[in-house]
């Protein structure tokens, strides 16, 4: 039971935000988003989308993760980013847009970066820790 629920926390909050992107691209228009620019929109979109995903895969950030994951992450996230440009296309009012698409993909490989980077940190804080 413990091990179901550890993998409903941690797959939950990607199944609910993956909702929530397919929602608001279903908005012809979302009237908060207009006072941003839109590439810095998408980029934070699927920046938590990456974290998200590559979280869920990993069993979580604060254990190391493999490079099988990062590929993972990046090769479903960007999936899902065309995907959510081509859904984009058939909703009247919005457009699919290689810039969003673009943006997407920038969100994502800094999420990949940053994790990268923060874990890097971490195994060097613990290495230094351990030596005293």
């Keep these: 039971m413990r091990r179901f629920l550890e ?8 199944a609910f935000y ?16 207009r006072y941003y620019p839109d590439s810095l929109l998408h980029g934070i979109e699927f920046f938590l989308l990456a974290a998200l995903v590559l979280r869920a895969l990993n069993g979580g950030l604060l254990i190391p993760v493999p490079p ?17 440009e081509i859904h984009q296309a058939l909703v009247p009012g919005r457009v699919a847009s290689v810039l969003d698409l673009m943006a997407d993909m920038v969100g994502i490989d800094l999420a990949l970066a940053a994790v990268f980077i923060l874990q890097r940190a971490l195994v060097s804080r613990r290495v230094s820790a351990a030596r005293g």
């Design 68 to 84: 099988r994951c990062y590929l993972w992450t990046f090769v479903l996230s960007s999936h899902y980013a065309l995907l959510d």
């Design 18 to 33: 993956v909702g929530l992107i397919y929602f608001l691209s279903s908005q012809s228009t979302i009237a908060w988003a």
């Design 7 to 14: 993998s409903l926390g941690l797959w939950l909050p990607l």
